[in-house]
Every structure is written in structure tokens, then in C-alpha cells.
């Protein structure tokens, strides 16, 4: 706590406000001898909660999950010994595990690429000067609509609809002809796996497209105006103007999507529990997050948790070189930089 | 300025007709293309809703987009299985309300503290809780279990409510608000009144906030409510079931039977969401908006 003080005049004068209370500061920060009550100590007092919580019920679990993750801890085992990377490399000889890995990547870009695809399409067009739209309202609030349903609901709903001979939506698969009267989805790789990333695609079009659609309406109308004055056309508009500016916002869509696809569970384990199997004890459409789980906890299962924290670390290790590459690739950075100085520039006018 | 706007204005008037057609026309392929999108978004629900009006023999005869007359009946058949619809709908309740009201109350607490006060290493703080953000849930999944089972709170909501306490989520909201909305003339003119901080965060700064508040607990709401892998794996015993729990028994073989009835089940599992959604779709759009629209 006494250190805290010595740095906070520079601090302070740093951020450009609170000049005042930091010249109230400075002499007890200077003497140094005496602790001295400051309200500025609120401040940390107040993020205590949020911290010791998270140490708790979120960091330590992590580190525990490390730590398990290196021991032979599974099933009712009480004495947990330390083995080493061997859950590592069980794990790296699983046909299972690299299919699970396949799935969850197959299946995430099958729902993305569409999604984001449309998300932009649809953004464009509810933010087009030029086709100005009605009911824009009404649209986008149906767009959002399936995002906000429970995804074991839409999971299980969808389960009924493309059932064989008594779903609603099989039938009408059947009579335009894409499938033959008697085929079922379920037993097949590619058919139930392009049905999990559908209704991924369905629970989470509508979210990027909001999303985006936001960013493009954030824009200063004036750069508009002067494209217009400079006779851009449509495409020339879209693709120099609103995308470059959206950029940090498509990165978040694409960070955010990436990182929630490569968890994704609640739809991939009730639809289909991850089924059908295929050879070699392979499964068509188990994600990473659903091995995980079957491996610890799943009824009949043989509580490996040590190899579900492996699991789970490959799953984080993933995660992070993702997210890092996307946001290094796309020079994020720089991007906040120049939105932050447009934002000091044109701050006024855009509120 | 005038002229060239005048000038623009002339243009405008001028369109000749061939433009003016190519114009209508992608208008109405741009209706026409939302209109479908529509209908994929609404019919799957519709579809199951009809389908929880029908009988079986009904739903096996093929596909309907007119509802039928047998809801009271699948609404029996549901209940004489003793679908737990009722008890999980109230532990959601339980759930959802407990875990957002901590979220809300200490996430505005710790923006709070990022804005109102400066002390050294603030910084590092904040961005060490964006850095959270990134990290995925699972990594700390059986961590988790294995603590809450030493704790000996497995099978309690405990696990389920008081790590709402730290949403770096929602920390990150209420920041961006304080942000644009906080002013400290008022807390300084309160302090010097001699008010306390605490007194004057739950007196002046939340009912400050109630719109950010407002939006933010709608999405706590949601996203508790939704939650499936917690409870899933921390509740064992039926009675404490919560709603997204309840669907998965629908698929077991004492409800799949029935294929009204089990349709029936689902639909009453959406039916709090389509009404939550109907009262506050406009606040949820635009919290969208505040949350990933601007950085």
C-alpha cells in the first residue's frame, strides 16, 4: 500500500484530470513515514470483491485444472501422484481427440464464414443511405430473436424438426428432393454435421449482424458526404470506406466468434450427443468442449479428469494463439489508435 | 456549401428512368431476400409450436403450418410424467435473479473504482480484467468441479451465484459507461457534504446508471438463464433441475414417445425467453450495440 503512493502524482497528471486530489496527495506520498488514509484507497478497496472471487472460483480452478492435467487423478481415485506430460501425450495418440479437434474446427468455419458473410451483407443493407429500408426495426429484432432462446432448446427443437419421417423440416427436405423418403441425417457424418453448424449459424447470424450494424452506424456521416461529393459509388462506398473503418469491429466479431465456436457445446451435445460414431471410436460431431465433458462426467464414463484438464489446457493453449494471431494479423492496434484519435477529433459531433 | 448542395439536390431530381428502375428493382430483391431470412428465423419456432398442437398420429402424417387442437391433451400427457417444468422454472428463477443482482451490484463497484479514484497500478488492474475476458471457461471446468466438491457445495446453487461476483464481462460494460457518462463534480460536491464513498456509491452513483444497469440485467438474466454446462455438471438431483436442464430429459424415452407432447415440452422451455424478448428486444439491440459496437 505505502508504495502505491510514491508513483501516483506522475499518475495522475498522467491521466490529465484529478490534478487536484494529486496535489493534495503528493506530500504524504513524499514523507512517506506515516500511512495516511487517502480516498482515492476506495478505489482499491472497492475491486477487492471482484478479485478474491475470481482468485477463488476462477483462478484456482484453472491452476487446479493445470495441475490435474499432470497427475494420474481419475475416477474415485483419492491418492493423486504427479506423472508428468503422459495425459499429453495419451491425448496426441487419441484418433478420437484429433477428431474432436477437426470437428470443432470444421464445424466452427461452416457457421462462420456464413455468418459473417450474411452479418455484413445485412448490415450493409440496413445502413445503406441509398436503399434507405423500412421495418429495418422489425428485421433485425427477428434476426436477434433465435440468439436469445436457450441453445439446448433450439438444439432439441431442431432434433424434432429434422428427425426422420416425423420431422417437419425432413419433409420437407424429402419432398424438394434432396434427400430420398426413409434417409436419416442422424447416421451420417457430413449430413448431422452440417445440421450442428446450421443452427449455430441460425443461434448466431443475427448477433454478428446487430453487432455490425452498430459499428457501420457509429461512422461519421460526414465521411459519407464527402465520398458522396466525390461520386463513390455503392461498392467503392462499401468496400473503402465502411469495411476499413469497421475493421476493429469485424476483429471482434471474428475474435469473439472464434473463441465462443472453438467452446461450443450446449448445441453439439444435445443435439446429437456428439453422434454418430464413426470407426476407430471416432465421433461425427463431438467438439473438443463435449469430449472434455464426457471424458470427466459424462454417466458410464470413466471420470478421466486428468485427461479432460489435458483436454481443456490444449483447448486454452489454442484459444490464446488464436485470438493473438487474429488480433496481430489485423493490426488492431493501430486500428484503436486511429479510431481513438477520430474519436478525440470528431467526439463532439459524432455524440 | 449552399450551392453545391443545391447542385446535389438537382442531380437528384434528375435520376433518369432506367436508374430509377434498376433502383426499385434491387430494392425489392433486397425486401424479398429479408423476408426469407425472416421466415428461416421465425419458422422453426412456428413449426414447433404447431407441433405441440398436434397429436403423434398427427406429426408422423407429415408437416403443418396451421396449429391443431391437441395442446390440452400433450399438456396432460406432460404432465402426468411429471415434466418438472414448474419447480426448474422456478430454480432458474432462483438462479438467474440471485447471480445477476451480485453481477450487477459489484461489476458497477469495480468500474466504478477504475473511474472515481486513481491509485498506481490502476492500469494493470484494468487490463489484466480485459485479459479474462479472453480466457475460455473450460480451462477452469474441472478445476472447478473438484473444488466446489471439496467445498462440499455440490448439488447447492452456490457455485451457480456468488462467481457472478467476477464478470470481467460486465465489468468491462459498466467501464465503457462510466466512461461516457461518469462526472465526478457530483461525487466530489457529496463528499464534501460528508458523505462516505459506500454511501455515496449506493446512493448516488447505481441510481446514476439505472439505464446501463437496466440493460446489463437483461443480459445477466439471459445468459444465467441459458447457462447449461454449469448446472449440468454441478446439479444432480432432479428436484433441483433448471430450465435449460429439463430439455435433455425430453429426449430420454418417457417423453420421446410422444413426439406432441415432447414438442410441447420444448416450446414451454422458450416460451419465458419469447416473452422476455418481446418486452425488451429493443433494449437488448441496443446493448448490443454499446457492448461490442463500441470499443
Known amino acids: 500500500m505505502e508504495e502505491l503512493k510514491t508513483d501516483f ?50 483462478a484456482y480452478p484453472m491452476v487446479y485444472s493445470i495441475f490435474l492435467s499432470l497427475t494420474d ?33 470444421i464445424m466452427f468455419l461452416m457457421t462462420f464464414a456464413p455468418q459473417l458473410c450474411f452479418g455484413l451483407i445485412f448490415a450493409a443493407m440496413f445502413t445503406s443511405k441509398t436503399y434507405k429500408m423500412k421495418l429495418k426495426g422489425l428485421f433485425k429484432g427477428v434476426y436477434y430473436l433465435p440468439n436469445i432462446i436457450t441453445a439446448t432448446s433450439v438444439a432439441v427443437m431442431f432434433y424434432t424438426l429434422f428427425q426422420q419421417s416425423s420431422g417437419g423440416m425432413w419433409r420437407v427436405l424429402v419432398n424438394l428432393g434432396f434427400i430420398e423418403d426413409g434417409y436419416n441425417l442422424y447416421l451420417y457424418e457430413w449430413p448431422s454435421r452440417i445440421l450442428v453448424a446450421f443452427i449455430s449459424f441460425w443461434q448466431w447470424f443475427g448477433s454478428t449482424m446487430v453487432t455490425l450494424s452498430a459499428g457501420i452506424l457509429g461512422i461519421n456521416p460526414a465521411v459519407y458526404e464527402a465520398a458522396e461529393l466525390d461520386g463513390a459509388n455503392q461498392r467503392d462506398v462499401f468496400f473503402r470506406i465502411t469495411l476499413p473503418i469497421i475493421r476493429p469491429i469485424v476483429v471482434y466479431c471474428v475474435v469473439t466468434s472464434t473463441i465462443g465456436g472453438l467452446q461450443g457445446f450446449d448445441i453439439a451435445y444435445l443435439f446429437l450427443g456428439g453422434g454418430p460414431s464413426l470407426s ?17 462426467f459424462d454417466t458410464g464414463g470413466e471420470m478421466k479428469y486428468n485427461v479432460a484438464s489435458a483436454a481443456s489446457v490444449y483447448l486454452f493453449i489454442v484459444c490464446m494463439v488464436v485470438s493473438v494471431l487474429l488480433f496481430r494479423l489485423t493490426n488492431v492496434n493501430e486500428e484503436k489508435q486511429a479510431k481513438r484519435a477520430e474519436k478525440r477529433i470528431w467526439g463532439g459531433e459524432r455524440a | ?44 419456432i412456428w413449426l414447433l409450436f404447431v407441433d405441440a398442437t398436434r397429436s403423434t398420429t398427427q406429426i408422423n402424417q407429415g408437416m403443418s403450418l396451421l396449429p391443431s387442437r391437441y395442446f390440452g391433451m400433450n ?6 410424467h411429471d415434466f418438472p417444468i414448474v419447480n426448474a422454472f422456478f430454480n432458474s428463477v432462483i438462479i438467474s435473479f440471485c447471480s ?51 467445498m462440499n457445495i455440490y448439488d447447492t446453487y452456490i457455485p451457480l451465484i ?50 446501463a444497469i437496466a440493460t446489463q440485467a437483461i443480459f445477466g438474466i439471459v445468459g444465467s438463464w441459458n447457462n447449461y454446462m454449469g448446472p449440468l455438471m454441478l446439479i444432480s438431483t432432479t428436484e433441483k433441475f433448471t430450465f435449460p436442464m429439463i430439455v435433455q430429459l425430453l429426449k430420454t424415452d418417457r417423453y420421446n414417445t410422444d413426439l406432441g407432447a415432447m414438442a410441447l415440452g420444448v416450446f414451454m422451455t422458450i416460451v419465458p425467453l419469447l416473452v422476455i424478448y418481446a418486452i425488451f428486444s429493443r433494449v437488448i439491440i441496443n446493448g448490443i450495440a454499446i457492448g461490442g459496437g463500441k470499443e
Request: glycine residues 6%.
Open chain 2, 1 to 44: 456549401m449552399n450551392r453545391e448542395a443545391e447542385i446535389r439536390r438537382e442531380a437528384r431530381r434528375e435520376v433518369p428512368l432506367s436508374q430509377r428502375v434498376k433502383h426499385t428493382v434491387v430494392q425489392t430483391l433486397i425486401y424479398i431476400f429479408c423476408v426469407i431470412m425472416l421466415l428461416l428465423c421465425v419458422m422453426p
Open chain 1, 280 to 296: 476407430g471410436g471416432r465421433y461425427a460431431t463431438e467438439t473438443i468442449a463435449v469430449y472434455i465433458y464426457k471424458m470427466a
Open chain 2, 100 to 150: 445477476t443482482g451480485l453481477s450487477l451490484y459489484f461489476s458497477a463497484l469495480t468500474a466504478y473504482a477504475f473511474v472515481a479514484y486513481r491509485y498506481k497500478g490502476q492500469n494493470l488492474l484494468y487490463s489484466i480484467i480485459l485479459m479474462l475476458m479472453m480466457i475460455p471457461g473450460q480451462l477452469s471446468m474441472i478445476g472447478f468441479y473438484k473444488l466446489v466438491v471439496d
Open chain 2, 162 to 211: 456468488i462467481p457472478a461476483i467476477a464478470g470481467p464481462g460486465s465489468v468491462f460494460f459498466f467501464k465503457q459507461y462510466f466512461n461516457a457518462n461518469f462526472s465526478k463534480d457530483i461525487v466530489e460536491a457529496a463528499r464534501i457534504d460528508g458523505a462516505g464513498e459506500f454511501r455515496i456509491y449506493n446512493t448516488m452513483v447505481i441510481p446514476s446508471i439505472v439505464p
Open chain 2, 75 to 80: 399438456w396432460d400427457t406432460l404432465m402426468d
Open chain 1, 73 to 105: 487423478y481419475a475416477g474415485y481415485n483419492r491418492e493423486i501422484s504427479v506423472i508428468g506430460f503422459e495425459n499429453f501425450t495419451y491425448l496426441l495418440d487419441q484418433p478420437r481427440f484429433w477428431q474432436a479437434f477437426y470437428n470443432t474446427v
Open chain 1, 9 to 58: 502524482s506522475a499518475q495522475a497528471n498522467a491521466e490529465g484530470e484529478g490534478a487536484e486530489a494529486a496535489s493534495s496527495l503528493s506530500p504524504s506520498g513524499r514523507k512517506k513515514k506515516k500511512f495516511k488514509w487517502d480516498v482515492n484507497y476506495y478505489g482499491i478497496l472497492f475491486v477487492i470483491p471482484f478479485f478474491v472471487v475470481y482468485a477463488i472460483f476462477s
